[in-house]
Every structure is written in C-alpha cells, then in structure tokens.
C-alpha cells in the first residue's frame, strides 16, 4: 500500500471512533439525565472553565460560537449543558483536524497539499456538525408528529389545552421521544406560568423550530380565548391537523433532498485530492507531461481545480441548507461600512449611478431578489473590495510564477526535446540532474545577460566536456539564459491582472445573482407555510391582520426584515405600511397575500378575505405537493451541475489538455530532429 492509502484508511478509522464517541456521549447524556450528582457538578466546572478560555481565543472563537449556535436551537439543555456539548464537539472536531494534519505532514512532506488540507478540514468539520444538527432536527419534527397525535387524542378526551398538553407530555416521557417530552414540558410550563405572553415571547427566542413556536402559539391562543367550531369541526384541531400535515411535508422534501444530493459533497472536494496523484501517474507514463505540471500553465490549472471545488463546495451547502440564518438587522457597522466611511467614500459616491436608471434599478430589484442586508453603496463597496483583492492575488500569483520558473529553470532536469518515453531509469535522471547542476553553475557565475563565447570560455575552463559536449551545452544554457530573460513580468500579465481586477468587481454580483435563484426556490415554500398559518389563524377568536403579520414574521426566513417594517410602521397608517411591504418584496405569490391583508383591514374580517384561500384547500395541497417536488428537482439540477464542475475542471484542464499539448509539441520536436 502507498502513502495515501494508508492516510485513507487512518482518517476512516479516526471519523469511525470520532462517530462512536459522538454516539456514546448522546446515549449517555439520554442515560443520566436527571441525575446532578457531584461528579457530574465537578466535570461541568471543567468544561465551563475550557469554555471560557475558548471563548477568549480570536481563531477559536468564532468556531465555538458556531457550534453552539446549532446546538441552542437543536437542544433543550440548559446553559451548562450547552456548553459542555459545545466544548466536547469542538474538541473531538480540533483533535481530529491535528491528529489528521499531522499524519498527513509526516506522510506527504508537502507544504502545498498541508493546505489543502487544512482548507479542507474547516470545511468537511463544518459540514460535520450541520449534518450532526439536521439529524437531530429531523428526529424532532418525527417526534413532534408523534406529540401532536397525542395532544390531538387527549383533547377529544378532555376538552382542555391544558389537560391534553400535560397527559400528552406525560406519555412523550419514554424512550425515543425525550426531545419532543423537552419541549412540551417548556409549553406546559408557558401555560401554568403568571405571564404566559412573556414566557411565549421567551419561548419563541429559544424554539428548537418554527414547527413549535407554532404549536406553542396556537395553544396559548386557544387557551385565552377558547376553541371555536367552523362546520361542526374544532378549529384547534384543525390547526394541529395543519400543522402536522406542514411537518411531514418538510420531512418529505429533506429526506428526497438529502437522497438526491446524496455524496455531491464528497465529489465537489476529490478533484483536490486528485492533483497530485493524477500528476504522478501521468508524468510517470508520460515523462515530458512533468515539464508542463510544474511549468506556469499546470500551475493556473491546478488553482482553476482547486477554486472550483472550494467555490462548488461552498454553493452545494447553500443549496442544501434547510434553514439559512438571516440577520435581522444590522448589529453594529458591517466590514464594508466601515471600509465605506473610511476609506471608500468617495469614490464608491462616484461610481453609483445617479437618478433613476435601469443599472441602478437592477441592482436594487436583485438586491430585493436575493433578500441580502445591503444597500447600493455597501454593494459597491464589496465589489470594490474583491476587485482590489482579485487584482493583488492576480500580482502576486504572477510574481509567484517568476521565481517558481526560475527555480524550475535552474534546478528541476529537463527532458530532451523531442522525448517520448515513459520514466526515467536512475541513471538517465542522475545524468540529466549533473547536467542542470553544471548549467546553473555556469549561469550563477556568468549572469543570464552572457553571450555564447562567454559561455564557452566558462565550460573550457572547467574542461570537463569534449567539443560536441560543449557546442551542445552552449546551446542549452544559452536557451536556459534566454528564457531567464524572458522571466518577467510582463504587460500582459498586467492586462490579465485588471481582467480578475474586473471579475472580482462583477462576483458580488454573480453571487446576488445566484443567491437570488436560490431564494426564488426557498421563497414559494415559504409563502406556502403563510398560507398555512392563515389556514390555522383565520377562524380563531379575535385574531386581526396585525397578530397574523406578527405569526408571519415569527416564521419568516427570507421576508423577515421587510415584515418587521411593515409591523414598526403598522400604528402609523396599515394600508401604507401593507403597500410599503409590496414594493419591498418583489415576490408576486407573497404580494397577492398581502392584497387579502389590506381587504381585511378595511371592512371585512379575517375570514371573509381569505374565503379564496380556504375554498381552494384541495387545490393548495396537491400544488404544495407538486411545488415540493419542484423545488427538489430544481435544487437537484443545480446541485449536480455544480458538484460535477470540478471534476470535469480536473478531466479537462489537468489531464487531457496537458497530454494534447505535450503529445503535440513532443511529436513536432520529435520530427524536426528526423529533417534534421
């Protein structure tokens, strides 16, 4: 077995132990629970104290905020328990990264792919845990199916909320449901509390998902205000019934999403892991293919391959985020606000369009589109910003280039022209590696700017070539000064510099561009669940347009900011605050709620403006079904396209046009030596 091989089989033995140390600590955790013995006092003071040492390190920090992010709204632990969760995970994620780095160091000795490496492992630790947390949602919206048949049992047999909430959450205390008893004990404890509203609003910060917070809401509305029948039917249980039918719609699309995207990540990141096997094997079969890997064109290519897969890997785990975090505000000035007020100013005033114009226009309905917290100047910005960082990459990837081909030049032995066989035998490379020797002596003592008869007095001096052996290494090392020469940087280079210049301005673009089509995805759903809450909502007791917007906004992901606008600015005028919510949202299936909204807030109730809605119940369902299957199919498309991208990148870039190139230019060297 070779090096990698073995590597392979080491990082599958460590994520087989890492997994059944991550399996044992849940079951434990299920196990004591309960049970605040001194030992167990004792080992959280550790990890509360390894905690806050974390907490205090600028690298880690952000790491274990991030873990336990997922962890506060997967959970329902309290706050020691949290961050003893989250300090155990990030251990075990640290541990295996250095263990892995280390291995791979001792096995490799090569620099280049150490960084691959470890650009990698942040990646994958990341997807560790956003696999770890969908799994556990997934249980819990199971879970909370299997409570919602029980609250739905007992409330035909009591008649109360409260009495349902509470036998319901006595059974759920048993074995595979202690997520689901969690919460309904966190609902039952709303409901016996003095000011339940206040514990509701506490509740609805730290719910596990949207599905609860709904579930507590309907609840604690049906207790204040009672139950009431439309045809004969409760209206709470037609709420749960919804409700139900929303949760096992969610799983359905994760599920038949997860299958269909099923190891794209593993192919975006292989290409990377490729390179330099690929490299060996083709330059092993292929000897002239070496002088063209390490030249400046297999350079460009192996970084084309390696930010295809990063920037593959990174979309594929856009498209397969079920719950992207939206930031409700801005807390505090972003990094491009400050850069703006800084430094920016005014140039970013100079290049904004001014007045209406259709650039303008555009930027504003893609910024609307993609839903992102910026504006036209942080827009700017941003493009300025990667523009500048495009063009100083595209500088020093040149620079870079220079001193790598003088290195190749001086010291790497080059093939014969005209070569077409396979490996070298020791002997030939150690006489290939003796004569590069003797060229960079010459070349170091003489300079690259030295004429052939200054070349040829050095190699007399040293007398050690006969006169064939001479005129043959005269022309060699006059073709290697030459190309040393030539070794600049060049306008050309700068012309490509101000083309990634200009693609860098234009990727902040792109990325609100595809961002944007991913939201369009997102978003029918989302105004699929609106519907649903209205469904749920539009036959209870003094319910009004204001406490739906308030429910929309609670369980909003992409339309949450412009819903709170709409409620800041609802006292002041509801028509006006309902049309300013229509030209924010450039979404036509959202903005014919809102034109219901604003029937409802003039003479008719809830109920009589969503009459529509409610009569065509049927018709909404199997469209929900088939705009489920939409989405996934969409998502699937995309998701393959760009997961295969690298991997094509790899076929096209570092092994058939390599060999096209090389085969080409062997064969013509090749029979300009027979004419000659």
Not at 3 to 17: E, K, M, P, Q, V
Not at 419 to 424: A, D, M, P, S
Not at 516 to 540: C, G
Not at 607 to 635: H, P, Q, T
């Amino acid at each position: 077995m070779n090096r990698y091989t073995i590597f392979g089989l080491i990082c599958l033995a460590l994520s087989i132990t890492l997994t059944a140390i991550n399996l044992r600590i849940i079951r434990k955790q299920k196990k004591d629970i309960g049970r605040l013995g001194s030992k167990r006092t004792r080992s959280f003071k550790v990890f509360l104290a390894i905690y806050s040492r974390l907490s205090k390190v600028p690298v880690l920090k952000h790491l274990l905020f991030s873990i336990r992010k997922r962890l506060e709204i997967s959970t329902a632990s309290d706050e020691v328990t949290v961050r003893k969760m989250t300090v155990v995970m990030m251990l075990l994620s640290v541990s295996v990264c250095m263990w892995a780095t280390v291995i791979f160091w001792i096995m490799t000795k090569d620099l280049f792919m150490l960084m691959l490496l470890l650009m990698l492992l942040i990646y994958i630790g990341d997807s560790a845990v956003e696999l770890f947390i969908n799994n556990l949602q997934n249980r819990l919206m199971k879970q909370q199916i299997r409570y919602l048949e029980l609250l739905r049992h007992k409330y035909y047999e009591q008649k109360s909320v409260e009495d349902a909430n509470l036998e319901a959450c006595s059974l759920l205390n048993s074995r595979g449901t202690y997520e689901a008893y969690m919460q309904a004990e966190r609902i039952n404890d709303i409901l016996t509390s003095k000011d339940a509203e206040e514990e509701l609003e506490k509740y609805y910060e730290t719910a596990p998902n949207k599905y609860f917070k709904m579930l507590a809401g309907i609840i604690y509305i049906t207790k204040e205000y009672g139950d009431t029948e439309v045809n004969g039917n409760s209206v709470f249980i037609r709420c749960i019934t919804y409700l139900s039918g929303e949760i096992k719609a969610e799983l359905y699309k994760r599920e038949k999403l997860k299958y269909a995207l099923k190891s794209l990540n593993t192919i975006s990141i292989l290409p990377v892991f490729f390179l330099k096997p690929l490299r060996n094997w083709a330059a092993g079969n292929f000897m002239p293919l070496e002088s063209f890997y390490s030249g400046k064109p297999g350079i460009i290519s192996g970084i084309i391959v390696i930010f295809a897969s990063i920037i593959s890997y990174a979309a594929l785990r856009r498209i397969q985020r079920f719950e992207m975090p939206m930031n409700a505000g801005y807390i505090g000035k972003t990094f491009e606000q400050r850069l703006y007020e800084r430094f920016f100013r005014r140039i970013v005033d100079r290049i904004i369009p001014r007045g209406i114009t259709a650039r303008k226009n555009y930027y504003i309905e893609l910024i609307k589109n993609a839903m992102a917290p910026l504006n036209l100047k942080t827009l700017y910005t941003r493009r300025l910003i990667t523009g500048i960082i495009s063009f100083i990459a595209g500088i020093m990837l040149f620079v870079g280039l220079i001193a790598h081909t003088r290195h190749v030049i001086l010291y790497q032995p080059q093939m014969p022209e005209g070569y077409l066989g396979g490996r070298l035998s020791d002997e030939e490379y150690s006489k290939l590696q003796a004569i590069t020797d003797l060229d960079r002596e010459v070349i170091v003592s003489l300079g690259s700017n030295s004429d052939e008869e200054m070349i040829r007095q050095e190699l007399d001096k040293r007398g050690s070539l006969d006169t064939r052996e001479t005129e043959e290494a005269v022309r060699r090392i006059s073709g290697k000064m030459k190309k040393l020469s030539d070794n600049i940087f060049w306008w050309w280079q700068l012309i490509i510099c101000l083309a990634l210049f200009i693609a860098g301005y234009n990727a902040p673009v792109l990325g609100l561009m595809f961002l944007a089509r991913a939201r369009k995805i997102d978003m029918e759903d989302e105004v699929s669940q609106f519907q649903t809450i209205i469904l749920m909502l539009m036959h209870m007791n003094r319910v009004h347009v204001q406490e739906i917007l308030e429910w929309m906004e609670t369980f909003s992901l992409h339309f949450k900011i412009p819903l709170q606008k709409c409620i800041q600015n609802f006292s002041s005028g509801p028509w006006e605050a309902l049309e300013q919510l229509k030209t924010e949202t450039a979404f036509p299936p959202f903005q014919l709620i809102i034109d219901n909204l604003q029937l409802a807030c003039e003479n008719l109730d809830v109920a009589k403006a969503f009459e529509e809605l409610e009569n065509e119940m049927g018709f909404n369902r199997e469209y929900r079904k088939e705009s489920n299957e939409r989405i996934v199919e969409r998502k699937k498309n995309l998701g393959i396209t760009i997961g295969f991208m690298p991997v094509y990148a790899l076929i096209a870039l570092y092994l058939i046009v390599p060999m096209i190139v090389t085969g080409m230019e062997s064969i013509s060297a090749f029979y300009k030596q027979l004419m000659q």
